[in-house]
Nanobody
């Protein structure tokens, strides 16, 4: 099993910045993709950013240029730096990892961290 724990959420004024972090632990053989998603009240969970273990990244259009994803393969961590935050960025943010654990490959999710952007 793999556990993902997010941290760094909170309340910020519009235009401000936050940095989210996620640490993976447990019986990890390898992690390929790590990413961030969010879910606002009444909306579906949406993809924000992903990063492969070779460092290649991709972003949703809604956050491109404002959010930056990075990871530390040695520590099994992934960060999301969020700049120029807008009230519409308010949501619960989730970390995701595609990992091989005990011979099986599956997707893992963190418990989520709340980000609130005040106007």
């Amino acid at each position: 099993q793999v556990q993902l724990v997010e941290s760094g959420g909170g309340l910020v004024q519009a235009g401000g910045s936050l940095r989210l972090s996620c640490a993976a632990s447990g019986s990890i053989f390898s992690i390929s993709t790590m990413g961030w998603y969010r879910q606002a009240p009444g909306k579906q969970r949406e993809f924000l950013a992903g990063i492969l273990n070779d460092g290649r990244t991709n972003y949703a259009d809604s956050v491109k240029g404002r959010f930056t994803i990075s990871r530390d393969n040695a520590k099994n961590t992934v960060d999301l730096r969020m700049n120029s935050l807008k009230p519409e960025d308010t949501a619960v943010y989730y970390c995701n990892a595609a990992a091989i654990s005990r011979g099986s490959r599956r997707q893992y999710w963190g418990q989520g961290t709340q980000v609130t952007v005040a106007s």
